[in-house]
């Protein structure tokens, strides 16, 4: 167990609609990652948060947006859903920013949009 | 584009012998990582090499680093049938706040 709870593991939707992917990162850990690995790629970098506050950004599509909560949790939200979209959603946090420690991952979020 | 890329992408060897991946990136970087992902399963974190290592061991893995190359390589001793997973190689980019993983090599092991 990693310590980071991302929910819900699984999520169907349709195209078009609007979903909220949610990650609590371990205690004490103040830098949340988002990630998306569709089938056979890697995994893409989305959007880093550090103490609330964005500090990178990868390739995010205008239609994704995130924040990091006071208490440190975050929020991935999808809008405007495209089949393409379906993907699994990880969530990886650290205790600092910066490639200066390991990241610890979730379990993920698995969309699947029809 | 990505930062890192693996090769190859996918290995099978027989149970026992040693495996050994590599990862090339484009800029400078401050560490390397190496992470494992069972099947669906969320990443974990096998070892960290400093920009200013060369090499480092961790019970039965060796990783290599060559700045001037801009290439690790990530060595598996006596592989065993539960090291079966994908292994990416993560680094940074210029030194900034983004963590940029590859594509990963499959590592199947066979009994």
């Known amino acids: 167990d990693s310590g980071v709870t991302q929910t819900p593991k699984h999520l169907i939707t349709a195209t078009g609609q609007r979903v909220t992917l949610r990650c609590s990162p371990r205690?004490?850990?103040?830098?949340v990652y988002w990630y998306q690995q569709s089938l056979d790629q890697g995994l893409q970098f989305l959007i880093q948060y550090y103490n609330g506050e964005e500090r990178a950004k990868g390739n995010i599509l205008e239609r994704f947006s995130a924040q990091q909560f006071p208490d440190l949790h975050s929020e991935l939200n999808l809008s405007s859903l495209e089949l393409g979209d379906s993907a699994l959603y990880f969530c990886a946090s650290s205790r600092w920013t910066g490639n200066t420690g390991e990241l610890f991952f979730g379990e993920g979020s698995r969309l699947t949009v029809l | 584009s990505q930062q890192g890329e693996e090769d190859p992408q996918a290995l099978s060897i027989q149970e026992g012998e040693n495996a050994t991946m590599n990862c090339s990136y484009k800029t400078s970087i401050n560490n390397l990582q190496w992470y494992r992902q069972n099947s669906g399963r969320g990443l974990v974190h096998l070892i960290l090499i400093r920009s200013n290592e060369r090499e480092k061991h961790s019970g039965r893995l060796r990783v290599t680093l060559d700045t001037s190359k801009k290439s690790s390589s990530l060595l598996i001793t006596a592989s065993r049938a539960a090291d079966t997973a994908s292994y990416f190689c993560a680094t940074d980019v210029n030194g900034d706040d983004k963590i940029i993983f590859g594509k990963g090599t499959r590592l199947h092991i066979l009994p």
């Open positions: 205690s004490g850990d103040l830098s």
